[in-house]
């Protein structure tokens, strides 16, 4: 892991001396990151990138050379910058559950620390979580669209850099895809890799048949062919079948074939009956070109046969909404050893934020279906033996009654006064984990358009609390 | 710079595995690699990451735990793997200078090298200068749109991961852009940063005042304060101007304020008032909410009042356009010491890609405007002293002759036989070469929406060869 700690905007730095030189940069402080929208109008988000967000605390240190650097840009007090050298994340950070699925405006990560400590780390935690849960998500929306086909990962040259790359494809497995055409995440993270020759293979042979011939001979257990380099009708599928017969004929199962452009809805329902005249009724129809959710699903309901979906560009990028736009703010303020709860009032209700010092609760019904989640106070406490009543924040009228629940707090510690307590998880667990949450959601929160929206309330004490402020400060 | 050698597709290895065990991957191919379409649907794009492709090259190494792990996927014989560890890069690498201005279909990078080099190579290549180069283009647009005005590259936290804020904060200003908030980055590159304070700043004090206060009191030169925590016309701009006087009282000279929210137009009209009635003409006005250039455009046409801009979000995911479509495709193979011209044949006519050993030319009038573009073989010398007709490659009847011109080929040496020949640049002198280039374009390539489509032409050998290949292959 790279010494990530210069990487944060210059601003946390300025106030990071301002604090120092006022001598309140060690005041203890609360900071939630949350956001206020799923991605691409989804009805969740699945949060992802706990794992680097704990290298990159455990890794801080301003080095020499960083020092100097700072230093050299005249903006910062000498005793400010040897301050630094000695800079120790000695906080508090909680998060959920790497792979757990949130909604808008809940505490997904809260940071109690020390001013200044929680001021230069917010840039980056931001920039793990945001693109590793925006990925997450999309590659769960991906897969939801191809049902139980399996979505590969093959987004690498189109990334926005090797990180994008690399924990993109980290990201696309934890939200469901089978594996992924990265090595280097692959070897990183113990995740499955897969892939099989691109066009210039075929270009490369004096014939597409020898071409393919040569593929078998190198991969008689995995021969996947890709078909579209010439003419998949008249000559990718012909040569195909060709080759799969002598693969046969000594013993070898053939995987099946890929396309990569042209018009997959007629091209696999003909390479199908190709297949299936010849015998091969298990071999695989993969297609890859500009794939995302919406496409998938709609070659699915036109019946195309494909057993196997690579999804490139889309995915990694999450193309139709490239950012997830988790925010970091202020919710309370130390004194006298109690904590005072901040509010961030704007003239767009929206962007009012929930102050105090939070958690999430999460109700499920007896079926394991969550319900609703409730913000909390972190001193609340949710009794399951009574009957629990919420109602919706801004339409107070519309309430909800619940008994027979279990109630699940979602915010753990991942470092207690700096000691790192996280305990380090398999991808692949975490991609099962991910797996069951998104079963505790009905259907229509899962939906990839026009989803239902999930409850997501406050409790009464944090509601009056909020109300309370927002009226103390409109009298100011 | 971290070893990036497994940062590949795996079938680049399995190919490589497989001409290996044909023993064909030592022969000599050229890739092109090239994009099929501006970013945005703009009307040029700018080449960046030439320098982080060059450190990629020279890094190239498979060490002792990417064998094991390679060896562990039971795909590669042990031959195959023995020879990897000797991998080193020993061909030719041609491309256009970092920061040129180039269009659709034009080969930007030529790799000559055997077979098994060219393909590892292929996966991170493309990785790194489709993003650099989407971002430095989105940069040059947001740039044009904001006219002489600074524009502040503040994308950091929702840049997808660590490299993209990193590499696209450089990309952000060779573009165009004067800083970046992104610490490391201006670490790394030498370039400038930026940055103030955060609406945490403000909250942290009791008052807003005394939060203005401690900012001017810590940087007195340097004061330019965030106006819309509570309320920009109320209160932002009340105590800012307080301040501003306590500091001009002292001798300082204010810089100005930051508004992050709320209507642009408007509040950036009624604060201009307000500074200017107190006396603060030179204080600038920062803009920082959401913007792109479709949206500064219409800002600077309904006449708001700012100064500078800063972009965060739209800019460094390219969020309109997330993905620079570049490949890079096998033209040509040496047989007998000779390089056979090679084609790929597609349905989509746009897709039929241009064969042959190449390089570009760029016509420039006399008034060193760039008049055309001449894609042509290597072994073509364009005349300066002579007349030069070129035609449409599809309408050919669209012809169009020069003279008094000059021609530049685009394609310059960064390794040959293997030996690094690039000279890293400075990348304020690159910023000011994109400048330079941009200078060389008619105003109607750059135009943001609906712009002029630049001519790319091919020279009548290439036009020749290209279409004899064609239809020798449709004969088959």
């Not at 990138?49 to 100097?68: A, R």
């Not at 988790?326 to 102050?355: F, H, R």
């Not at 007896?366 to 919420?390: G, P």
Request: hydrophobic share 40%; glycine share 6%.
């Amino acid at each position: 892991m790279r010494n990530l700690t210069l990487l944060t905007d210059l601003y946390q730095l300025t106030m990071m001396n301002g604090y120092f030189k006022e001598n309140v940069h060690d005041d203890i402080v609360v900071f939630d990151m949350f956001f206020r929208k799923n991605p691409s109008n989804g009805g969740y988000t699945i949060v992802c990138g706990i794992e680097q967000l704990v290298e990159y605390i455990n890794n801080l240190k301003f080095e020499d050379d960083d020092i100097s650097y700072l230093k050299s840009l005249n903006m910062f007090d000498d005793t400010f910058l040897e301050f630094l050298r000695e800079f120790k994340f000695t906080g508090d950070i909680y998060a959920v559950e790497e792979g757990t699925v949130m909604f808008p405006n809940e505490p997904v990560i809260r940071v109690k620390s020390p001013l200044y400590q929680a001021q230069l780390i917010e840039t980056t935690l931001l920039n793990i979580v945001n693109f590793q849960s925006l990925i997450a998500t999309k590659a769960s929306r991906v897969c939801f669209a191809a049902g139980s086909d399996p979505v590969l990962e093959f987004g690498l040259r189109r990334a926005q850099g090797p990180d994008a790359g690399i924990y993109g494809a980290r990201a696309a497995v934890i939200g469901g895809c089978s594996g992924t055409a990265n090595v280097l995440a692959g070897k990183m993270f113990n995740i499955p890799v897969i892939g099989t020759h691109a066009h210039s293979w075929v270009q490369k042979f004096d014939s597409e048949l020898e071409a393919f011939k040569a593929y078998a001979n190198t991969y008689p257990n995995k021969t996947l062919l890709l078909v579209d380099t010439y003419d998949v009708l008249n000559s990718g599928m012909p040569n195909a079948i060709k080759v799969f017969k002598q693969l046969k004929d000594k013993g070898f199962k053939p995987l099946g074939v890929r396309i990569d452009s042209g018009d997959m809805e007629y091209l696999s329902k003909e390479i199908r009956s190709m297949l299936d005249e010849a015998g091969f009724y298990d071999a695989s129809i993969v297609a890859s070109n500009d794939l995302d959710e919406y496409k998938i699903l709609e070659l699915k309901s036109s019946g195309a046969k494909i057993n196997s979906w690579g999804v490139g560009t889309k995915l990694i990028t999450s193309s139709d909404c490239p950012a997830l736009g988790g925010v970091y703010k202020l919710c309370a303020v130390e004194e006298n050893n109690k904590l005072i709860p901040k509010i961030k009032i704007s003239e767009d209700p929206e962007k009012i934020t929930n102050p105090g010092f939070k958690n999430v609760v999460r109700i499920y019904n007896k079926y394991n279906k969550a319900e609703a989640d409730l913000i909390i106070l972190e001193d609340e406490v949710i009794d399951e033996s009574k009957e629990l009543t919420i109602f919706h924040p801004i339409y107070t009228w519309k309430k909800k009654t619940f008994k027979n629940f279990t109630a699940k707090r979602l915010l753990k510690p991942l470092f207690i006064n700096g000691k790192c307590v996280y305990e380090k998880q398999d991808i692949m667990k975490i991609r099962q984990f991910v797996k069951d949450e998104l079963d505790t959601l009905w259907p229509q929160y899962r939906r990839i358009t026009s989803p239902e929206e999930y409850k997501v309330d406050l409790s009464e004490k944090l509601w009056t609390l909020k109300n309370n402020m927002i009226n103390e400060m409109r009298k100011k």
